[in-house]
């Protein structure tokens, strides 16, 4: 596949297209990254140097790959964290010059608007950008369970309350749903919860919690979800395959004591995870 991804990026590290983009090309995917910030290192470490990026220089960017004649070839558009909400009419921009080229592109949104525990931490704007716009024009959307409430405008305590709000957030266009760091009161204590709803049903993958707050880990697993889902058309396959190889991350980097995840390191990773979990059909 051909992929263009429209993420964040820094120099230090791994968060959005550093996140994204190698796991990808790991797997042998072609990815044309554009990048909607250029920082220093990821915001959680509390300080950084760089600036964002507009809209302007997102179309600029995609002018001149058109311009090579290859948007045709280009299977699928990927986007991450913005920067502000501007951008998002840049990407939307691209996504809709990308399907005009090849009408079976596809459009995997990571709505990256904040988390729990931390609130949204995301610029003005973006919140509202992703609910109202780019969530009616994507194909796969993959929030995690604070994002998923409020672009379903629902509280998830229950496996029941996290499906209805899947389908709420189904109604308003994506085919394909990914929910990522879900917990609920289904969930126990030294697990974590992943469940990916679609037109072949809903299924549940569960995971051991391991003891790392790691940033960069959702947008590897949203790339990976992705790209298997696209590949194989199958979401049970690609929530094994996605799960397995970030919880093998995971590990790896909390084995290491690491601050940054192990992109680089774990990559067998994303081709032969070290342990696959099974997922479990819900309906």
């Known amino acids: 596949m051909n992929i263009l991804s429209i993420q964040s990026w820094v120099a230090y590290g791994h968060v959005g297209n550093a996140s994204a983009m190698f796991p990808m090309q790991r797997l042998g995917h072609e990815v044309w990254g554009i990048h909607t910030v250029q ?52 990407i939307l921009s691209a996504v809709g010059r990308v399907r005009a080229a090849n009408t079976k592109a596809l459009y995997c949104c990571d709505p990256v608007i904040g988390d729990v525990g931390r609130g949204v931490f995301v610029r003005p704007g973006i919140p509202e950008f992703m609910r109202d ?72 993958v569960r995971t051991p919690k391991l003891g790392l707050s790691i940033n960069g880990a959702g947008d590897a697993i949203a790339a990976l979800f992705f ?31 690491s601050r940054e995840i192990l992109t680089v390191a774990a990559q067998d990773e994303f081709v032969n995870p070290s342990r696959l979990f099974t997922p479990e059909q819900l309906s």
Not at 71 to 76: S, T
Not at 231 to 249: K, P, V
């Open 39 to 90: 920082f220093s290192n990821h915001t959680g470490y509390g300080a950084w140097k760089g600036r964002v990026f507009d809209a302007p220089m997102i179309e600029e960017l995609v002018d001149g790959i058109a311009e090579r004649g290859v948007l045709a070839r280009c299977d699928g558009v990927l986007s991450g964290y913005m920067g502000s909400a501007d951008i998002g009419t840049g």
């Open 133 to 204: 716009q780019a969530l009616p024009a994507a194909d796969i959307v993959t929030p995690n369970q604070f994002e998923l409430e409020y672009l379903a405008g629902r509280t998830v305590m229950t496996l029941a309350d996290a499906i209805a709000a899947v389908d709420v957030v189904h109604a308003k266009g994506p085919a394909i749903v990914l929910v990522t760091s879900l917990v609920t009161e289904d969930t126990p204590d030294d697990a974590i919860d992943l469940l990916a709803s679609g037109p072949a049903g809903r299924f549940r």
């Open 227 to 257: 790209v298997h889902a696209a590949t194989s058309d199958d979401i049970a396959f690609a929530l094994s395959r996605a799960a397995s190889s970030t919880y093998g991350l995971l590990k790896r980097t909390d084995e290491a004591g």
